[in-house]
T-cell receptor, first 111, second 115 residues
Framework: SQTIHQWPATLVQPVGSPLSLECTVE??????LYWYRQAAGRGLQLLFY??????ISSEVPQNLSASRPQDRQFILSSKKLLLSDSGFYLC??????????FGAGTRLSVL | AQSVAQPEDQVNVAEGNPLTVKCTYS??????LFWYVQYPNRGLQFLLK??????LVKGSYGFEAEFNKSQTSFHLKKPSALVSDSALYFC?????????????FGGGTRLMVKP
């Protein structure tokens, strides 16, 4: 069966520090991968998606970037965090025309 | 552009009563529709989906949803609510022309089931 791992679960970082959140998927090949941010426990904002290794599409311009160095690995990064980067970050995967499956999320607090 | 509306920020229901969480959508062509549930500080869990076929879709934990093309709605239902159903519920739509399999999510509806 397929599983998705996302870590860390919580992270507290100072403003201006770098960020690296990692997501890996097991049990499937060539999945579509997604990064979302959820603010205040409500709506989801799609940040990035990837349909293959090295293929990243950005949905909104911001202080973040994403990379997909391996088929089942998706990384969310920032060189310098802003206060506004605080939120709940969710990674998800899907196969073509299928539902998306989500990781447990990372709660990021930028202080 | 596709969109999803969940008109109720919160739905309150007594345990044992039927519940409905509303969702309407707008998309070009035939939609793929989904419901997800989110418990506090957790990721979203897939409940059910409509792709084609029977308009009444059954999913996890006793939930079901009815696809109504004329009303462009996909309301989530359960015959008898449990306190443990209290959570945040999201409706989502996928446009068939969407090459990245991206979903558009509604703003979410908080379901509160009182004992």
């Amino acid at each position: 069966s397929q599983t998705i791992h996302q870590w860390p679960a919580t992270l507290v970082q100072p403003v201006g520090s770098p960020l690296s959140l990692e997501c890996t998927v097991e049990g499937t090949s060539n999945p579509n991968l997604y990064w979302y941010r959820q603010a205040a426990g409500r709506g989801l904002q799609l940040l990035f998606y990837s349909v293959g290794i090295g293929q990243i599409s950005s949905e909104v311009p911001q202080n973040l970037s994403a990379s997909r160095p391996q088929d089942r690995q998706f990384i969310l990064s920032s060189k310098k965090l802003l206060l506004s980067d605080s939120g709940f970050y969710l990674c998800a995967w899907s196969v073509l025309r299928g539902e998306q499956y989500f990781g447990a999320g990372t709660r990021l607090s930028v202080l | 552009a596709q969109s999803v509306a969940q008109p109720e920020d919160q739905v309150n229901v007594a345990e044992g009563n039927p519940l409905t969480v509303k969702c309407t959508y707008s998309v070009s062509g035939n939609p793929y529709l989904f419901w997800y549930v989110q418990y506090p500080n957790r990721g979203l869990q897939f409940l059910l989906k409509y792709i084609t076929g029977d308009n009444l879709v059954k999913g996890s934990y006793g939930f079901e949803a009815e696809f109504n093309k004329s009303q462009t709605s996909f309301h989530l239902k359960k015959p008898s609510a449990l306190v443990s159903d209290s959570a945040l519920y999201f409706c989502a739509v996928r446009d068939l022309n969407n090459a990245g399999n991206m979903l558009t999510f509604g703003g979410g509806t908080r379901l509160m089931v009182k004992p």
